[in-house]
């Protein structure tokens, strides 16, 4: 059986929760599985935030990249028309969020967040952009209905501000934003198109719920959990093709 990696908004949205019930909602994921991925979308950020390097921006701003470029690729990138169809509509409304705004963003690797267990994390587009004189850092969420809780989004945010503010000088004042693309399907049908609402921007006031000794406790014991219920389930198949039961 092969187990998938633990996507970063699944883990925000478990990390706050009981260990009981985490291990519930585990099981769920590892027997449900996911039926596309917001990879090809995410692929496209440098072109739908219109990132251009700083040492050219003196010269003048390269042109926007027309949002036809993006659909090529994501046409080519996707692997069924579900997966199209959801990763073209976050696509677009990002796109058009950023537009609106006369969004120039810039490249910076902000790197990833070490946690226990040797892994990281990142919660943050390795890019930013001005707003009012401000840095802006962000993170999207595509996800809809199955996308970050208000707790969840307590957790992203102390993880931007111990990543981004405290760890770099030149950003230490940066807005951190949540973007979330909440949609509906229209049937229960593996090939009904998403129908868009308007996107949610959040943007953290002060100081984050969690400190960062908090969530690395906390995030460390969701992947610990997470590695545990995952080997469970691998034994559970084994049991099972062995004709010895199962533990699950």
């Known amino acids: ?35 596309f991925s917001f990879k090809p979308m995410r692929e496209q950020f440098a072109e739908v935030l219109n990132s251009q390097p700083p040492m050219f921006v003196p010269l003048g701003a390269a042109p926007v990249t027309e949002f036809s470029v993006i659909e090529e690729r994501l046409k080519k990138d996707c692997r069924s028309a579900e997966e199209l169809s959801f ?3 976050a696509a677009r409304m990002l796109y058009s969020h950023f537009r609106a705004q006369g969004v120039v963003s810039h490249p910076y690797n902000f790197g990833s967040m070490a946690l226990g267990l040797e892994r990281g994390i990142q919660y943050w587009v390795q890019s930013f952009y ?27 945010f102390a993880a931007m501000h111990a990543a981004i503010r405290e760890r770099n000088p030149d950003f230490a004042n940066a807005v951190l934003e949540i973007i979330q ?25 002060g100081a984050p719920v969690f400190t960062f000794d908090e969530i690395d406790r906390m995030l460390t014991q969701t992947l610990r959990i997470w590695d545990e219920v995952c080997a469970e389930a691998v034994e559970a198949t084994r049991r099972r093709a062995g004709g010895t039961g199962s533990l699950l």
Do not use: C, W
């Open 181 to 205: 693309l909440p949609y509906e399907r229209q049937s229960k049908s593996p090939d009904s198109s998403p129908t868009p609402r308007a996107l949610r921007v959040h943007t953290l006031d």
């Open 1 to 35: 059986m092969k187990t998938r990696r633990l996507l970063e908004v699944d883990l925000a949205r478990l990390a706050p929760l009981p260990a009981d019930e985490q291990r519930l909602r585990m099981r769920r994921l590892i027997g449900g599985g996911g039926r």
């Open 130 to 156: 001005a707003r009012s004189g401000l840095p802006v850092v962000t993170f999207i969420d595509p996800r809809g209905g199955q996308g970050l809780t208000a707790r969840a989004r307590d957790v992203v």
């Open 87 to 89: 990763n073209m509509l």
